[in-house]
């Protein structure tokens, strides 16, 4: 079975200042990852996703991951943080020939003027 | 592309009737369709998976004739939440992936159902 783990329910930074937002996985076969954003009320758009190709994906609004396998983490960060990027984010998982995402509990980022 | 709409956004129901969600794949052919349930400050709980002109497969724990899932057309989708109480209120969201179901999941924008 495949699980997600992201570490802070809520994290705060500044405007401008690194976003980091931490997720680790479990998994027995090598997954594939995903990183979702939701706004308020709405349903939840696709930041980047790794399906085993290069280890750093890029993703829209500047956003990036990388799959470290021996840390068994896909790490979400953002140089510069922007009032936009005030949302929940969901990482996931999912297993190659499975359908099925695996979220984990979402974390919080709130921005700070 | 790979847009996923929700009809309605929002709706309110008196306890013990039902009502229908769709969800719509706007311009790609969605071959399976998924139904989530998100609570208030929580991730997205998977009710049931639905291949077009096949039943739905069910999570453990979902009463699937509670929640009754059709999907009749490569666009199209439906839950429908029967016999509906206050416990049944939350936040439902549908995806859709084309090519297969391990394709990547676009999400609609969710409904939120209020049952008074």
């Known amino acids: 079975a495949q699980s997600v783990t992201q570490l802070g329910s809520h994290v705060s930074v500044s405007e401008g200042a690194l976003v980091l937002l931490r997720c680790n996985y479990s998994s027995s076969v090598p997954p594939y990852l995903f990183w979702y954003v939701q706004y308020p009320n709405q349903g939840l758009q696709l930041l980047l996703k790794y399906t085993s190709a290069a280890t750093l994906v890029k993703g829209i609004n500047g956003f990036e991951a990388e799959f470290k396998k021996s840390e068994t983490s896909f790490h979400l960060t953002k140089p510069s943080a922007h009032m936009s990027d005030a949302a929940e984010y969901f990482c996931a998982v999912r297993l190659f020939g499975n359908e099925k995402l695996t979220f984990g509990t979402g974390t919080r980022l709130t921005i700070i003027p | 592309g790979a847009v996923v709409s929700q009809h309605p956004s929002r709706v309110i129901c008196k306890s013990g009737t039902s009502v229908k969600i769709e969800c719509r794949s706007l311009?790609?052919?969605?071959?399976?369709m998924f139904w989530y349930r998100q609570f208030p400050k929580k991730s997205l709980m998977l009710m049931a998976t639905s291949n077009e002109g096949s039943k739905a497969t069910y999570e453990q724990g979902v009463e699937k004739d509670k929640f009754l899932i059709n999907h009749a057309s490569l666009t199209l989708s439906t839950l429908t939440v029967t016999s509906a109480h206050p416990e049944d209120s939350s936040f439902y969201i549908c995806?859709?992936?084309?090519?297969?179901?391990?394709?990547?999941?676009?999400f609609g924008p969710g409904t939120r159902l209020t049952v008074l």
């Open positions: 311009d790609f052919q969605a071959t399976t």
């Open positions: 995806s859709a992936s084309s090519q297969g179901a391990t394709d990547t999941q676009y």
